[in-house]
């Protein structure tokens, strides 16, 4: 072997070990690096706080299941409603409500007559807020209005009046987005007729809420 190469082993031979032993120290941080824990999204839970409260606006749609004597004549038919209201708090507000929907006239004679119906109420809103959630009841009084006189024709109606009064009454389950102003959840209302022998229609229906 070279001169070399015997200098070498002799260096290899009295080098001392690397410390392993309870006094040798860790590695620094800043060798290392250091892994952070990714924080919470702060915004999936909005403070409820801050939701728009005032005048609202709302639109709605679904079907409408017929209830009652007019069921013998009208289908389920389709529905449209519109609420306009002011809310006070979260928990109470004051409401406009139109619906209008469309049913299919079969009485065994008439069979391809259609019967439209509006109904205008004005309403008033309870509900039970939780964080983004409410649950909520709503009722009111107004007036009903009929397209035409079928259900003279059937024998439900007294005369061809087609204006006579009406109520209803529900409940609703509405999510509040991450938007202060926008909402949107699901609505169950029902529309009774005293003058049509206390027939009446369910709403099932989605809706959308923008609050000012």
């Known amino acids: ?33 250091v892994v952070e824990r990714l924080q919470g999204d702060p915004t999936v839970f909005p403070d409820p706080r801050k939701f728009s409260r005032g005048f609202f606006v709302e639109a709605s749609t679904g079907p409408l299941v017929t209830i009652g004597p007019t069921s013998r004549v ?14 006070i708090r979260r928990w109470i507000a004051f409401q406009l409500h139109a619906t209008g929907a469309l049913r299919r006239y079969d009485d065994g004679v008439l069979r391809r007559e ?39 024709v059937a024998g439900i109606a007294d005369d061809n009046q087609r204006i006579s009064l009406a109520w209803d009454a529900g409940m609703s389950f509405d999510v509040h987005s991450l938007n202060r102003h926008n909402s949107g959840g699901i609505v169950a209302t029902f529309v009774g007729m005293p003058s049509l022998q206390n027939s009446g229609a369910l709403l099932l229906q989605v809706y959308f809420r923008y609050t000012r």
Request: glycine share 16%.
């Open 114 to 152: 259609l019967f439209g119906e509006g109904v205008y109420t004005g309403e008033l809103r309870l509900g039970v807020p939780f964080r983004r959630f409410v649950i909520a009841v709503h009722g009111g009084a107004g007036i009903g209005h009929a397209s035409n006189n079928l259900l003279q």
């Open 1 to 33: 072997m070279s001169a070399a190469a015997n200098a070498f082993g002799w260096l290899l031979a009295f080098a001392p070990a690397p410390a392993t032993g309870p006094d040798s120290k860790p590695a620094q941080t800043a060798e290392v690096g």
């Open 74 to 87: 009208l289908s389920t038919g389709f529905s449209l409603s519109a609420r306009i209201g002011y809310e």
